[in-house]
């Protein structure tokens, strides 16, 4: 079997620091995307800023507690929840403990990411 680029990607590798407390590390092919986004900025006193986006999303929450706000919804999930967000409703969280780690699926890609 031969691979174009590594087909493995370990813990600690390409991760990005987004800020002092936001690192997220982007994995993907032409048609998929992963990235992994952990927060220690927590809990947060606001949600961060609402936004949108044309790509759909399924998110595993691996570690921590947060509160998910979708359109008018808002909800509490733990480690081992998932939700999903549907193309371009607005949808934000806030992190309930200080440590939270999310693993994002998006579909199509996301050419901001990269």
Avoid at 59 to 69: D, I, P, Q, R
Avoid at 70 to 98: P, R, Y
Wanted: with cysteine; hydrophobic share 40%; proline share 7%.
């Amino acid at each position: 079997m031969s691979f174009m680029e590594n087909p493995v990607i370990k813990s600690t590798d390409g991760f990005e620091a987004l800020s002092p407390d936001l690192n997220r590390k982007v994995v993907h092919l032409n048609d998929l995307m992963v990235t992994v986004i952990e927060f220690s900025n927590g809990p947060m006193e606001q949600p961060d800023p609402p936004h949108k986006h044309p790509h759909e999303q399924i998110t595993y929450v691996a570690s921590g507690s947060l509160k998910l706000f979708v359109e008018d919804e808002e909800f509490t999930l733990n480690e081992g929840d998932v939700f999903k967000i549907a193309s371009n409703l607005n949808h934000c969280i806030q992190t309930l403990t200080e440590n939270v780690k999310l693993i994002d699926s998006f579909a199509p890609i996301r050419e901001d990411f990269l």
